[in-house]
């Protein structure tokens, strides 16, 4: 009974906080990828409002509500962030922060960093003061994972770091990357090491890598000799894959951000505007609307089991695995979305360039949702996990 | 929502469990279609139902009934599903009960709800007129004659119409649309038992100039519309989980069967070809199973939003069962191909549930008309 009292009481406060804090600027809608707020040492802002909203939520701890005070979160219980992010809905208060410092370093240092490491580098993320990269994937080691080759000597007190990484997102706008590093070559995967690397330190370099979409949200990162201090290391020498596989699994909470983010406008919806309706008042292209409803179905339902996921976690009735069942689906889903929004958009989403198009917004979109089954994971990896881990079936 | 059963509903899943599985396993169904029984159900079967208090689950408490809602009528209709019993459950114990409690007066409430609590009597609602659902445009006509009702028309796939106490016929009036409870026997009533390709019930009704009296209409005839239409969603809410129950049940045997059959020297469940067949179908059921409880608790919170999530949930629930039935057998080889084999019971429930009050082609229209495109 107290608690729910004083969960309503959390409730009221909170709602007064963030009518009095969040900039009416920051309650718009996001309108493309480019009014996420990423934070860090070399980020623009976009507005006063959005560093403001940062600045408000970040000295809060809301940035990481979960996380504890001592570490610059917000100490709030699951219930109270659930309340927090349910009034955050309400009145359509943006995401103040995004990064892959919030998503997955943050969760494996609460779990594996030292306390030494977990105050250094948990605040400066949930003030959006630092941005992390991922370097996880190597030229030769995608799917197989386990199989990189980036090697870290030990000289001293330092590890010095050679070899290269791909995919790294945005590691031209991050300050720092944390890295599966090799430091021992005679095991697979139990020699592996999560290292912190520093992106300014001498013999990084990045270079970024164009793709379909015209855009380069991801790099190839060079090491070359790259010296990192042994106090950077995570977890146990040679125990880096431990840390690696719990941080993937806390890519679940990513893509159950993703679907509490924000709701995408309903694809009927949009085709509806795109092509008119007929003298029944439904849209003027039978074949597509039909295609749409079964995609709306598919929608809906994904979003309802992401909700069930989650408090079968909750409640401790989830397998682990089941984050790789979710993730093959919700990729599969976003791909169909943009065929169809490809196919509601018609000429008009045809078009690369200028302001009708918001700079071909649709298209590169479109484009950019086909990474969604290979990043993170194939779709076909998750399914070997998802007929492994969840229903038993034998094999590697 | 709870999306994760709680203590009492766990409670009720797995009393229906147990009974169904001693009283009622898919050998139950094979007895009656090889025994061409004339009922096409077991009474001892039905009045279980009625002790063990799943035929009271939708009627109010003053009438003898628990008041429970669609959720625990799912939930027992998911079992159902897991061993394809052949009840008046749904007929009688959810159309039939639902229409009572809501739309009857009080002394149809009398004669009817507590015998249907008690598993004591079987009702049918009649509403298809062709071979594809559509309820808006009903052919079968109701005119007001001599203080009460003449009504002329003919119903299809009416469950369990041959062996009803009474049927709910839905027809179109001046005004509205009519429910009107016709007993068996009447002058004019004709019921046919079609004998269906899942051995489950259904008849064929002819009505000419059948005259009933006032006092056989549920509820007024401007709102039977919506009556119809509430019941039609409770119905397909309480399909859609008799179709995961079932879809559940060929996903358990066809994985057991992966981890048992070897060709090639090894586990076929070791291909990934197959491995990943199933991946995708376990998949399949979470998205039903957890549209499935939202539509239900949306409809027992009676939130606007409902009518559509129940077309969606039946529409995903059909689909999913569907591939989990085509699989079933496809997994299983030429042994699935077999009568002797129960694979094939739930590949034609599975059919007939689909087609019950709306495929999934109906029922995406539907939702997409709802969503204004």
Known sequence: MNDTVSLDEFRAETRAWLQANCPPDMRQPMKSEADVCWGGRRFRFQSEAQRQWLQRMGERGWTVPTWPREYGGGGLTRAQAAVLREEMAALKCRVPLQSFGIWMLGPALLKYGSEEQKRQYLPPIARGEIRWCQGYSEPNAGSDLASLATRAEVDGDHFVVSGQKIWTSYADEADWIFCLVRTDTAKKHTGISFLLIDMDSPGVSTKPIRLISGKSPFCETFFDGVRVPMANLVGMLNDGWTVAKYLLQHEREMIGAIGERSTPRPVGRVALEAIGTDAQGRLDDPALRAEIARFEVDEAAFRAWMKMAGEQARTGEASPALSSALKYYGAELNKRRWELMMAAGGADALEWEGERSNEGAAARTWLRTKANSIEGGTSEVQLNVVAKRILGLPGV | MSWVLDEQRRMLRDSAQAFLSERAPVSHLRALRDTADARGYSPALWRGFGEQGYAATLVPEDHGGLGLGVCEAGLIAEQIGHVLAPTPFFGTAVLAAWLLARAGSAAQQQAWLPRIAAGDAVLALAVDEGPKHRPAALQTRALRSGGGWRLDGAKVLVVDGHVADALIVAAQADDGVALLLVPAGTPGLVVERTVMVDAHNA?????????????????????????????????????????????????????????????????????????????????????????????????????????????QAKARAGLSANRAVQEGVQLHGGIGMTDELEIGFFMKRARVLQELLGDAGYLMDRAAVMAGY
Not at chain 2, 233 to 249: F, K, M, N, P, T
Not at chain 2, 271 to 291: K, N, P, T, V
Request: with cysteine.
């Open chain 2, 203 to 311: 008849a064929r009704a002819t009505l000419t100039g059948v005259q009933v009296g006032d006092d056989a209409r549920l509820g007024p005839v401007a709102e039977g519309r919506a009556r119809l239409d509430g019941v039609l969603d409770v119905g397909r809410a309480v399909i859609a989980s008799e179709l995961l129950g079932l879809a559940d049940e060929v996903f358990e045997r066809s994985v057991g069967y992966l981890l048992q059959r070897r060709q090639f020297d090894r586990l076929i469940g070791e291909f990934q070809a197959l491995q990943h067949r199933a991946a995708e179908l376990f998949c399949d059921l979470e998205l039903a199973r957890a549209l499935v409880r939202q539509a239900q608790a949306a409809l027992d919170a009676g939130s606007a939003d409902a009518p559509r999530l129940v077309a």
